[in-house]
């Protein structure tokens, strides 16, 4: 798969192994009853991924100044809204995805009714792994989650993407930049927000991670669409080409390929500039995480 | 409805006055993109229902010497809860229902895709106002009505619920109570041991307040059994019948109609019993309660 290629920064592959270790043991065993759907959510959720979200937590939180332990819970949480999401959005009734990362979706390999609670359970732990933090943390970190995944983050941004593919509107820039912003990178401003919040800092803080993320989140998703006319299946891990079949709203789309790498590059030089105003410069892994995301697509 | 028939004690009634207006206020409006999907959260939330969970968090937060003010956000959270779950259990793919309180169900009325969307919307917008709580009480309300609302607690009993429909063994007690006890009492539970929690209560007093909730929530759900069975499509507000015509597993069906009712009075004297430990005794709104619950089946 892509993201285990060489090049990889060393933060993003600990990160990793960090929270796959933690993922594991965040679930109930697959003999704890209902043993079906804990095997499912097991299948959900531990099935590889490239884990950036979480790792993106745990680098801002240590780069601020907190510890890496502080960084747990937050991004425990936002791996599972992000997989809760995967799950929901791979249903015969959202983008009818068959492949995932390599394998069947979950309602290949179990049922449509088992995806539909997978996603909700993992969407409920993500709270329950918030609920236990101290003090005033608890609230901010599921506060900035709550906002990042519901009505007006990344399920109304699911619900644009449709709208957009029905509508015949797949050209709209606006439209679809809107879409991007909340589909995916409402996620990555949580990420990015969520580590400034673990690390105990200020507002002025957390807003300028927020915007870190946020511009982090349309580079990514700008990479993705790139990525889906320029790859294969084994190294994309799920169907390619899939978007141009389906009439899918991307950035290709509405700007042709080379539209969307001009784009793509300049959302990584906002993305630089952002981190300069969080205090990563040139050399600081925020900084060069932008470089890394791009050459995905080349 | 028979929920507003004649009898009804004044702070059911009180209550669901009470969060009616506030629900209203809690969602985006119809209005704010995606407009499809406020509307359809609109539509689910905003279409009847008996409030029963919310009017029980507020009693027992004023009954144990909280204000109304402080069980506001819990009351929202749990009817939030409550009503993605009904949204999800209607899905094709779960109990396929075509009418819930007397309207077309979320995915007749829009479609599928929304439905689903609706329901994490609803989810996730009830640990946002959980979120808002101040100091330690947000993580304390997310923790008790996450681990309520997943796998282990009323997604779990969904499962089971499917499982036991399709594995024929709808007739066995304890498996049918194992899902009664997750499905449906998760929830009366965890409404109840908020309302402690609003009201600044201790562990001692909170564990007492669950286990009220607990067994309200079991008979509630006998009585529920024992309406499909006696009540019409009219008074009941959704498709009646349904249980026997699926297969369900049901209490009547597990031990015939006067067992069902036998154990639905033993279940109205345990909830009188754990509302005595709670302090309410006979004339108290709480220990009154079971009766009105059990009234509703005859």
New interface residues.
Partial sequence: MSEVARGEPAWIVDGRRWIEAALASVL?AAS???S???EA?RYALLGGGKRLRPALVRLLCTELGGSEAAALQPALAIELVHT?SLV?DD?P??DDDTLRRGRPTVHVAF????A??V???L???A??C???????R???L??V???A????GM??G???D??LEAGGAADDLDALE?MHRRKTAALFEAAAEMGAIAAGRDAATRASAAAFGRALGLLFQAVDDLLDVLSDAATLGKTPGKDAVLERATLVRALGLDGARERAAELAERTRSRARELGFGPGAPAFELAEHVLRRSS
Wanted: glycine residues 12%; charged residues 20%; without cysteine.
């Fill in positions: 109930p704890e009853r209902p079906r759907l804990h959510m809760y929901h249903l009734a959202m049922d449509e009714a088992t539909i609670l996603g909700d359970a969407l409920t732990l709270f329950e918030l609920a236990g933090e101290s003090g005033e608890a609230g901010a599921a506060g989650l709550a906002r995944a519901g009505s007006q399920v109304g699911q619900v644009l449709l709208a809107d």
